[in-house]
């Protein structure tokens, strides 16, 4: 016997209220899924967004540190709130779609149509395979520690790795008036932006190579490293947040009302029908 109709029975719902009942989830599901994606993606273009925005910003130091640190503080939130309350690994690659869909209808309707920048220009960034990634971890161990260690710390890698053979040919070199540049900041000298201090480019150093290796490497490991740390912060957030849905009312007899037992109203993913299991 499913689940659904295990606590349906349960419940003692009638035909009707159970139809009634899928039917709002419907109308509801899609409602919060563009909710969360555009919350994720208003997050994301104030952390991350010039690295985003623009292709010529995509460079081997920044964008994975920025990128990786911006996208784990929401969607590892996210997926801290799926587990805890349905104990469906999809929170994140949730949020990842949802990301990636807001920024391709944000890049063309308000860069492409609206001001004229051309996609090759301002392309986002895919965030789906990170998410599979991730939520395959924590399917996998069932632990948000063990998914920080062998599912987040790699997420740079994954971020990079997928986004490349998108951003490969813009880093072939060209000849412009003389100069050797890459693809991506020709585009740049040709289709410019506002000239506000916000909108010049951080030119690419080799601060990070006093470290020795490529400055791939040394990125995605620190943006790694980092993204551990923030992970379980916002892990632990979510876990606050589900509180009040997990546990009983402590001040309903100061509001008219009685204290209900924790063992009759206590709501969690493991809460189903022993007739579930059949």
């Not at 969360?36 to 994975?64: C, E, I, N, Q, S």
């Not at 308000?110 to 960034?125: E, G, I, K, R, T």
Request: aromatic share 16%.
């Amino acid at each position: 016997m499913a689940y659904s109709d295990a606590i349906t029975q349960e419940l003692n719902m009638s035909t009707n209220e159970e139809r009634a009942y899928r039917m709002l989830d419907l109308i509801i599901i899609p409602i919060v899924f563009v909710v969360m994606g555009a919350a994720f993606h208003l997050h994301y273009m104030l952390t991350a967004g010039d690295w985003d925005f623009w292709v010529d910003w995509k460079d081997r130091l920044y964008w994975p540190i920025v990128s990786s640190i911006s996208f784990i503080i929401f969607a590892g939130a996210v997926q801290g709130l799926m587990w805890r309350l349905v104990r469906m690994p999809i929170g994140m690659t949730l949020v990842g779609t949802g990301l990636v869909l807001m920024e391709w209808i944000s890049r063309y309707y308000n860069f492409h149509l609206w001001a004229y920048f051309p996609m090759s220009q301002v392309w986002p960034a895919t965030w789906i395979a990170v998410g599979i990634f991730v939520d395959a971890i924590l399917l996998i161990t069932g632990s948000a520690l063990m998914t920080s260690l062998f599912g987040v710390f790699f997420l740079p890698v994954i971020f990079i790795t997928s986004n490349y053979p998108m951003l490969a040919p813009f880093r072939a070199p060209t000849s412009v008036m003389g100069t050797e540049v890459p693809v991506a900041d020709w585009i740049g000298y040709v289709f410019q932006r506002g000239g506000s201090p916000e909108y010049l480019r951080i030119i690419e150093d080799a601060g990070l190579r006093v470290l020795g290796g490529e400055t791939w490497f040394i990125s995605c490991l620190f943006g790694g490293f980092v993204s551990i740390f923030i992970y379980m912060l916002w892990w632990w957030i979510s876990g606050i947040a589900t509180r009040p849905y997990s546990r009983s009312n402590p001040l309903a007899e100061y509001m008219g009302g009685t204290q209900p037992s924790d063992k009759d109203d206590a709501i969690t993913a493991d809460a189903y029908p022993t007739s579930a299991v059949k």
